[in-house]
């Protein structure tokens, strides 16, 4: 019987300390149940932004360790299945997303879904994109919070960490220590009012462990191409490392120099924005598969 | 027979006086011919980027006025084919791009362009996603450098100003002043390394005016959405900008609050990258045509 990973145990920060509360196999394949991002304390309309425990928001269920993976060699999780609560929440608050200042009073919106979308009013129904927004693993050094992304993944709320794809991460310590948590029903590339539909839900993920596919920071790969995200204050930053990564690989994959594969890149691959909300914004360079020899990280 | 406007007569700026140097009607269907954003000067790979006259670079075929359109309308250039030349032009240049400090002496490469690939090298080729990176009108003040994309449009290096797109612009002048130039066989969102595959090549356009359909920046109309471009100096103040406006679109659209449509905006609606290395970096907001009430501007 597949194993559940119950959503009770998480943790607030990744780190270099944190002990497993679970353990899976390489190539177990498993569910995992979760929270929405402010760990279910907004139970109806009524209840603002302002007036929950943010302490205990933007957690991640584990660390769940991955038997056999050591620091250097890199985990995949690959999304196979995404189940979604009846329900999902959106909240304005002052000062919160890119037009935050334009907000005056806090709101809470109940969003019920089903069916395939989210109905968002009497008149108005989404198509869902749910995805995953947190998924990481613990980083090489240092302590950082669930709710920041960075080189060891966490929260990238990037809408390609949805079923089909596979989620690439560096590990950095025995075991790996995978955390997920945060899904959304809903989410454009930005994030920008700072928030998805956010949702419980559950999650079923198989992880395989790799040992000869050095990386340095998440990638993504899916049906039509290899995604390479970082995480930095500013977006010129993401931007920068991202297309460093890009041309890296395209260098070594195709046997060019950093010339050719610089500008291979540029005709080639999209800057995309994956959100601009987090305390560092994440960016993801996507390289198509337009090439036999670049199918594959 | 469709009329061709030929090449030769060019503007370097956007302004609010230059004259007409040619006229189109209201509806007109009609070929417009450009050299390559070098000028044709690059004729091998022996000319290097610093070996060129910059005076004449970056100029857009114009201006076109259209019939009828008045300070006010909304003028939009619909793309209905584009034809390459037999080969584009890829320089690096010392500082060139988003990585252009690790590049050390300027270098040109030719690609053969034929068969719908950019033939980058023996082994590698590229399906072509022809473009056209500038498209502008006369703007309601000032004057802009063809080089400089802001809300009159101009060089957006937007992928998406390809056949089957229709481009909205906001009309500042009597006759709109209409410019075009610097194609591309092949782009990637940001043109990272400062350049697509540069191209000369033929683009065939129609232009309507509209009266009712007001905008302060260029709009762009797929088959799968409207992006709503900004153009600013970094790329949170365009990503704000273009925020903004689709908020203020879906408001109208769905008879929506502040607080709902920026909402639905950040749960719909993709913050999306045009170019990162002109003067002003371009973006758009796509919004998805998931309801019928905006399958429009």
Same mark, same amino acid.
């Given at each position: 019987m597949m194993r559940v990973i119950p959503k009770d145990k998480v943790i607030f920060h990744f780190n270099t300390t944190n002990q497993a509360n679970y353990t899976v196999a390489d190539g177990e394949v498993f569910w995992v149940e979760a929270d929405? $991002?402010?760990?279910? @304390?907004?139970?109806?309309?009524?209840v603002k932004r302002p007036d !929950?425990? !943010?302490?205990?928001?933007? $957690?991640?269920?584990?660390? !769940?360790?991955?038997e056999g993976a050591h620091p250097g060699d890199t985990l995949c999780v690959e999304v196979l299945a995404i189940?979604?609560?009846?329900? &999902?929440?959106m909240v304005t608050n002052c000062g919160?997303?890119?037009? &935050?200042?334009? !907000?005056?009073?806090?709101?809470t919106k109940i969003i019920p879904v089903h069916d395939g979308f989210a109905h968002f009013s009497d008149t108005i129904k989404i198509p869902l994109t749910p995805m995953i927004g947190v998924m990481g693993v613990a980083p090489k050094s240092g302590e950082i919070h669930c709710a920041v992304p960075d080189d060891h993944g966490a929260n990238m709320d990037t809408k390609l960490v949805k079923v089909g794809s596979r989620v690439y991460f560096p590990? &950095? @310590?025995e075991g790996a220590g995978l955390a997920v948590g945060d899904m959304h029903a809903c989410m454009g590339d930005g994030e920008l009012s700072g928030t998805g539909i956010e949702i419980a839900g559950r999650m079923c993920l198989k992880v395989t462990v790799y040992r000869d596919r050095p990386i340095e920071r998440p990638v993504i790969e899916t049906f039509d191409g290899i995604y390479f995200l970082a995480s930095r204050p500013t977006l010129d930053e993401s931007i920068k490392v991202a297309t460093a990564d890009v041309v890296e690989f395209l260098m070594k994959k195709l046997n060019l120099s950093f010339p050719d594969a610089y500008r291979l890149m540029s005709a080639t691959c999209d800057? @995309?924005?994956c959100e601009v909300v987090d305390d560092n914004v994440t960016v993801r360079l996507h390289c198509p598969k337009f090439d036999t020899r670049i199918q594959t990280l």
């Open positions: 929405d $991002c402010y760990s279910g @304390q907004i139970t109806d309309a009524s !929950i425990d !943010i302490s205990i928001m933007d $957690c991640a269920v584990g660390p !769940i360790n991955v189940d979604l609560a009846d329900h &999902g929440i919160l997303g890119v037009l &935050g200042d334009r !907000i005056t009073e806090p709101d590990v &950095g @310590q800057a @995309q924005i």
